[in-house]
T-cell receptor, first 110, second 114 residues
Framework: EDQVTQSPEALRLQEGESSSLNCSYT??????LFWYRQDPGKGPEFLFT???AGEEKEKERLKATLTKKESFLHITAPKPEDSATYLC???????????FGKGTRLHILP | DTGVSQDPRHKITKRGQNVTFRCDPI?????LYWYRQTLGQGPEFLTY????????KSRLLSDRFSAERPKGSFSTLEIQRTEQGDSAMYLC????????????FGPGTRLTVL
């Protein structure tokens, strides 16, 4: 069964404390992996697309990486405004649906 | 450049009533998707359109749910005879047909069924 698993479910960090969020997937034929940020009561905001193992993308304090079975979202020296839920999603070759993980709730303490 | 818009943002209804939500996609996007999200979960696929054609519906979508995109622009999602279990955030997304087809989401409609 196609599945996307994110860990940890929740993470509390002090401002400036770097860490990584994990997204592991078991799908047949990965077409692309996406990271989104979601603030409470709002729709997901697109961050990155990763296509193939070894690829990396960066945006401000965020860097996303991809291997054959998992992706990491590294957050460097986070600020309180980085607090949000980070969602990982995968698209398979066979159709246009994307399957989401449950997300990691990130809370950055000032 | 306007993003995806949804209306209303919030809807409170009584069990058994019908509700309809509207989604306006990014203007040049051919694909339009509906998702449902409950607390602590990721968005769950419901259905999607290419232009006016509905290409796929989730097996989770009961007969009480219907979606349309009559002119290939905006879309509506109707829920008939609402149940308390329908309470959720309903999200709309759109994408182009080019490349990897990243999906861009609207702000969502929060439905509460009393």
């Amino acid at each position: 069964e196609d599945q996307v698993t994110q860990s940890p479910e929740a993470l509390r960090l002090q401002e400036g404390e770097s860490s990584s969020l994990n997204c592991s997937y078991t799908v047949s034929g990965l077409r692309g992996l996406f990271w989104y940020r979601q603030d409470p009561g709002k729709g997901p905001e697109f961050l990155f697309t990763l296509y193939s193992a070894g690829e990396e993308k960066e945006k401000e304090r965020l860097k996303a990486t991809l291997t054959k079975k998992e992706s990491f979202l590294h957050i460097t020296a986070p600020k309180p405004e980085d607090s949000a839920t980070y969602l990982c999603a995968v698209r398979m070759n066979r159709d246009d649906k994307i399957i989401f993980g449950k997300g990691t709730r990130l809370h950055i303490l000032p | 450049d306007t993003g995806v818009s949804q209306d209303p943002r919030h809807k409170i209804t009584k069990r058994g009533q019908n509700v309809t939500f509207r989604c306006d996609p990014i203007s040049e996007h051919n694909r339009l998707y509906w998702y449902r999200q409950t607390l602590g979960q990721g968005p769950e696929f419901l259905t999607y359109f290419q232009n006016e054609a509905q290409l796929e519906k989730s097996r989770l979508l009961s007969d009480r749910f219907s979606a349309e995109r009559p002119k290939g622009s905006f879309s509506t999602l109707e829920i008939q005879r609402t149940e308390q279990g329908d309470s959720a955030m309903y999200l709309c997304a759109s994408s182009s047909l080019l490349g990897i087809r990243e999906q861009f989401f609207g702000p969502g409609t929060r439905l509460t069924v009393l």
